[in-house]
């Protein structure tokens, strides 16, 4: 089991490596059904901030919640997207987050003010991988139709 595993990291840093802006493969998945009205937040995915302080909560309701470790309390609510957060990642220093999600795209966003920086597109079916590059100069997202696509992260058309 971690052959499949180690070669899918080689085959990400391979990727990485490569001017091309895509990859692809072909898959016959159906786009995911809307939200219902007044989803139930759920959680899908939960991310610890380096310093311990904050839990971010990727919602099944689109939303994610920047929560208070110590105190419980909801510091900040985003809505990140139009259906199901699958999941959210930081920056080493942690000013920019990836998110990606069920409404077929991935996301990058200033931690600071809660803006969306760029919003990653051209997915078929729901955005289940998010990872940023080990320089953090790209950004890889992988989705359930097969695809992965590379961007840089710096703010631009997608």
Request: net charge positive; proline share 7%.
């Amino acid at each position: 089991m971690r052959l499949p595993v180690l070669y899918l990291t080689c085959g990400f840093i391979l990727l990485l490596s490569l001017s091309s802006t895509q990859a692809q493969t072909l898959s016959n998945c159906q786009p995911s059904p809307p939200l219902p009205p007044n989803p139930k937040p759920g959680v899908a995915n939960l991310t610890l901030s380096r310093d311990g302080k904050t839990l971010v909560v990727a919602g099944g309701d689109g939303k994610i919640r920047f929560i208070d470790i110590n105190t419980g309390d909801v510091r900040r609510t985003m809505l990140a997207h139009t259906n199901v957060v699958y999941k959210t990642i930081f920056t080493s220093n942690e000013k920019l987050m990836a998110t990606s999600s069920r409404d077929r795209t991935a996301k990058i966003w200033d931690v600071g003010s809660g803006q969306e920086l760029r919003q990653l597109a051209g997915f078929r079916c729901s955005v289940k991988a998010v990872a940023f590059s080990p320089n953090e100069q790209m950004i890889a997202a992988s989705g359930n139709d097969g695809m992965l696509k590379l961007w840089d992260v710096k703010p631009g058309p997608s």
